[in-house]
């Protein structure tokens, strides 16, 4: 029974751990994914005609192209729209590109253009706009924290919804969009052949319109119509394909007496060979097995699997699986401990309520702590040199590593943070450890220093084109060297599985060692990732706890982060 015990415990956290390796899809290249939302119902705002037809002939028309369609979302409220944003979040992590579609009402206040949901109040104010509405910048920057190249299609605002004089501190609400200006999560920004692509229906301005005057009742809208059209013959580049697009519209509408030219705001590097349409869609890479992880792998899920326990034969049986183990030590020591007959105690009276035992736990001998100070330093923490005392600078690296091991609370050298600091060791080395040899056939001796192998790395992931595995390679030398600019691209290139399988846990775990020595931009991926449930589970308080390290350490917009959290 207990063996059975032992290989069911064992097969769940290798599971688990394979779960974490393909949660993702394995090759970019392979998926492309839409969100097509279209809106006319407005309950409290003039109702559209056209916004629900453009929807669903964009998702069936992008669909047959290839794209993994989330929807169409047909007149969703605020909070349907944000779970179809959940939605499409999920699915983007690992994609080659993503493409959002919006048909529907929209205001821009102070250059930030706001989405408005069918039940959207009919405000008189910017501060009711901005709480209803949703914003086109977090679309847009959650897409880029995912995927490498975003492309947007706006077709709104169609005319002003809301009052003309809505007016708060002398500023207009205006029914048009405008040009965009936002900051996202910074490492993925201007990164590779990646970039944003964005289409309003509309110049900075101008109305978008929603039919012409001739258009029977169920046409498509003016935009819409016309980009439905170019997309019949998609196998060109995005920039000439819109490009066509925005001088039809505004051909068609001069032609009407009307006047609409749409704009074309290209962030997007390689945007000029970029094609909707792809010639081959290739069937979806086969799942990973257990059998084909690596053996470093196995032998931490086997561990994770039994680590805590109180019975002897579970680290038994984790020797005879791995008798030269990562953890053999530690299991060596937990089986003589649990070994020991516990010392003589008083009985317990028969009316005491019986208290479990707790793990056993002392604080570390001096070669233990030599021990901790070396693993320590592995991780990028600085002890002052492994000398067996505890001096200031190993007192704040136990406490800098107690944020990564998620005890905040536990900074003691003890034998509890003494095994995790051997499992996160154990970790860090499987995400970065390289061969001799590049990708390229580089030697790695050939190129000293975290700053040089990191800056090698970022050549080869900004070269035309990227090179992603030579970029993977790199940053993990630099990153096992202690450079937390690699630690963050490496946690970014696992996210989205660019040179390696996808594994949303080890990068949260380069971003927590990056997030513990003071760096803003890992703690906000964090945030970000344990609010919206991004490749983990989602913890609204853990998400405000990172915001707030990423506020302390200068992010920009962490702050607001986590008030929307606590909100």
Known sequence: MVRHRIVTAFIAAAALALHAIVVMPAAAQERRVALVVGADGYRHIAPLGNAVNDARALARRLGELGFDVVGPVIDPTREQFLAALDRFDQQLYGAEAGLFFFAGHAVEIDGRNILLPVDAPAATSRRLVEANGIMVADVLNEMQARTPRVIAILDSCRDNPLPRDAIRGGVPLVGAPRGLSMRGLEPVGGSGRGGRFVVFAAEPGATALDRLPNDPPNANGLFTRHLLAALDAPERPLVSLMAEVRDRVASAARAAGREQRPHIDDRMEGSGEFMLARAVIPPPAPAQTASALAPGALDLAFWQSIQGSRNAAEYEAYLARFPNGTFAVLARNRIAELRTPPPATQPVQPAAMPIPAAPARRDLTREEVSAAQTLLTTLGFDTGGTTGAIGPRSRTAIERFAIVALRPDETGFDTANLERLTVTEADFRRLTERPPLSPRGVAAASVRGAEARFERGWAAEHATPADVAEAFYWYGLAAREGEVRALNQLGLMLMRGQGTAADSIGASLLWRLA?????????????????????????????????????????????????????
């Not at 760096?519 to 998400?543: Q, S």
């Not at 990172?546 to 959290?565: I, K, Q």
């Open 515 to 567: 997030a513990a020595r003071g760096d803003a931009t890992a703690a906000f991926n964090l945030g970000l990732m344990l609010e919206r449930g991004i490749g983990i589970t989602r913890n609204p308080g853990w998400a405000r706890f990172w915001y707030d390290l990423a506020a302390e350490a200068g992010h920009p917009e962490a702050r607001a982060a986590s008030e929307r959290v606590a909100r």
